[in-house]
């Protein structure tokens, strides 16, 4: 059992054990055991009363009071950067009246059960929290622990934000009465093609679903999307009976999803799968409103649509898309795979990588359809995803020749971004490669690098006094210092 495995077997476990009380027990008391938090105001990590070592980031809407109880939202950042999701949800969480903790300890290629499980005991003695409106949301990793959660305890979570990835690996589609799903990506985000699936698997299983993309590659959310995800979250509590029906609420969000869902509609054919996201749009209101309001107008247009052949080309059209990307990255993976299994001397698969990436950029950018060339992005994202998650279980596993081998191709694979070159620095400093690791390492600054922090870490300390390394160390200040300012 590989590690993404054993941490999903890990994570549902823990969840079903941690959670599930909250969805069978009575709700925590108002009155929390310590004093409140600041309201209205984002705090980058509060420690957990039973291990200081562990913190979250919270905020609490301006009305926070212990005499009612509220929504709970839990994030989970790849990174461990809970601040990242807060920062991105307060506007909204204000608006709609929700709490936001985000674990700063959760991250990827580790296991989370030690850092839900302590938060969750803070979360439970600290905050008032209704408990039949828990949410998960996460982005990454993070959305895979989202889920996870979600799948773990059954029915305790209200509903799952998804941002850039779906369930834990291994695990079937979840029955309907699991929770909600708000699923989204971006455009170029190699898991683009999950989220359709996923979003399709889920609607088969009659979930209730919502799908939103937005412009850009693998990452969080726009803080617009984040504020259409927990209207959608406000919505669904309104449906289920757990937050007080505002008809003029109803109203406004009926209006702004059927105007979204017309304008995907007329897109087509200028946007060959313009049909099939309109298709999908008008299931999905069908599903929210039609114990809300009258909904015959939007079932005689799915209907229409779902008849027509504009849908059919239009479905066969999204399906060649995604083939694309699959047969780009899997054209990647090939030499990923070769570098792995040493078929070849690296530098002669360094070199096939190049013409090959060579060949595709020449394709993305010679042609005039959007779509194609986001779907031709996509595939090299995913295939430079393959190679540095691959290269990271590596390291964990101590193999750093692999992991530096894997590294390197992905600097090939992303020649405009520091990290790999840092990355590649941090395996080559193992293997006691140092000129290599100061070549990596200046590259990184020359492409701005700005994490301090990352030199300061004990992979470098054999490093840490030679004069290259310590000018090196002074460049990354700088470009912190560049990006504060």
């Not at 530096?404 to 992303?414: P, S």
């Not at 405009?416 to 100061?438: D, I, N």
């Not at 990352?454 to 460049?475: C, G, Q, T, W």
Request: aromatic fraction near 8%; proline fraction near 6%.
């Amino acid at each position: 059992m590989n590690l993404l495995r054993r941490a999903a077997a890990c994570l549902l476990y823990s969840a079903a054990l941690l959670f599930s009380t909250a969805a069978q027990s009575p709700a925590p008391s108002p009155t929390p055991v310590v004093s409140p938090m600041p309201l209205g105001m984002v705090q980058p990590a509060v420690k957990v009363l039973a291990d200081a070592s562990y913190s979250y980031a919270l905020y609490l809407p301006s009305k926070y009071s212990t005499q009612k109880r509220w929504p709970l939202l839990l994030a989970f950042d790849p990174g461990g950067e809970g601040v990242y999701p807060v920062e991105l949800f307060h506007e909204a969480a204000e608006k709609y009246g929700f709490v936001v903790i985000g674990s700063n300890n959760s991250r990827n290629f580790e296991d989370p059960s030690t850092a839900i499980r302590l938060m969750w005991g803070d979360i439970s003695k600290r905050y008032a929290i209704e408990p039949r409106r828990l949410y998960t949301t996460g982005f990454s990793g993070g959305s895979r622990v989202a889920g996870g959660v979600a799948i773990g305890c059954k029915t305790c979570i209200a509903g799952v934000i998804s941002c850039g990835a779906g369930l834990p690996s291994g695990v079937p589609i979840p029955p309907p009465e699991t929770a909600d799903w708000f699923l989204t990506a971006g455009t170029l985000d190699f898991n683009f093609s999950e989220i359709i699936h996923l979003t399709d698997a889920l609607d088969a299983r009659h979930a209730a679903t919502h799908i939103a993309f937005f412009p850009g590659p693998h990452s969080w959310m726009p803080p617009a999307v984040a504020e259409e995800a927990l209207a959608w979250m406000q919505l669904r509590a309104m449906v289920k009976g757990t937050a007080p029906l505002d008809k003029e609420f109803v109203e406004s969000e009926f209006n702004r999803q059927v105007a979204a869902a017309k304008a995907l509609q007329s897109s087509y054919p200028t946007q060959s799968t313009g049909a099939i996201a309109a298709f999908r749009a008008y299931r999905q209101i069908i599903n929210d409103f039609r114990t809300l309001r009258d909904v015959k107008e939007i079932q005689t247009a799915l209907d229409a649509l779902a008849a027509s052949d504009d849908l059919k080309r239009s479905r066969k059209s999204e399906q060649a898309l995604l083939d694309l990307q699959d047969r780009t990255a899997e054209r990647i993976n090939v030499i990923t795979n070769g570098l792995i299994d040493r078929q070849k001397p690296e530098g002669i698969l360094y070199q096939e990588l190049e013409s090959l990436i060579k060949d595709i950029r020449r394709d993305r950018d010679a042609t005039q359809d959007t779509a194609r060339r986001d779907a031709l992005s996509r595939g090299m994202s995913g295939a430079f995803a393959y190679a540095r998650e691959t290269a990271s279980d590596d390291m964990l596993k101590k193999d750093f020749l692999t992991a530096r081998t894997l590294f390197k191709e992905t600097a090939i694979l992303r020649p405009e971004s520091a990290w790999p070159h840092c990355l590649t620095a941090t395996a080559s400093a193992h293997l006691g490669e140092t000129k290599l690791a100061l070549e990596e390492l200046t590259k990184a600054a020359d492409q701005g690098f700005n994490s301090p922090q990352m030199l300061e870490a004990p992979d470098f300390d054999k490093l840490r006094n030679d004069a290259v390394f310590k000018e090196i160390s002074a460049r990354v200040v700088k470009n912190a210092a560049k990006r504060n300012n």
